[in-house]
């Protein structure tokens, strides 16, 4: 079992910015893949964005290229999300997944609103 812990969601203002934080307890991820998803009540959970924690390497959905970053730092075993110029349509709780293959582990989730 690994724990992940989320934290940095927040109600902000259209344009606003937000840091997610995913911290990892007692391992590294080396192998791994950290993603980050999102989903509102009553509805399907999105993808939004995924790195290698080996190679840095990041994917992101269409919808937030150029206004999200993901990154890590592996000496905290901590991954990010930066997320610039929200809209209100960014409203989701996020959640944080690490895996190989499949996306094994998850975090508790953190509310993101966006006011307009």
């Known amino acids: 079992q690994v724990q992940l812990v989320e934290s940095g969601g927040g109600l902000v203002q259209a344009g606003d910015s937000l840091r997610l934080s995913c911290a990892a307890s007692?391992?590294?991820?080396?192998?791994?893949?950290m993603g980050w998803f999102r989903q509102a009540p009553g509805k399907e959970r999105e993808f939004v964005a995924r790195i290698s924690w080996s190679s840095g390497k990041p994917s992101y959905v269409d919808s937030v290229k150029g206004r999200f970053t993901i990154s890590r730092d592996n000496a905290k075993n901590t991954g990010y999300l930066q997320m610039n110029s929200l809209k209100p349509e960014d409203t989701d709780d996020y959640y944080c997944?690490?895996?190989?293959?499949?996306?094994?582990?998850w975090g508790q989730g953190t509310q993101v609103t966006v006011s307009s």
């Open positions: 997944a690490v895996g190989v293959s499949t996306w094994d582990y």
């Open positions: 007692g391992r590294t991820f080396s192998g791994y893949t």
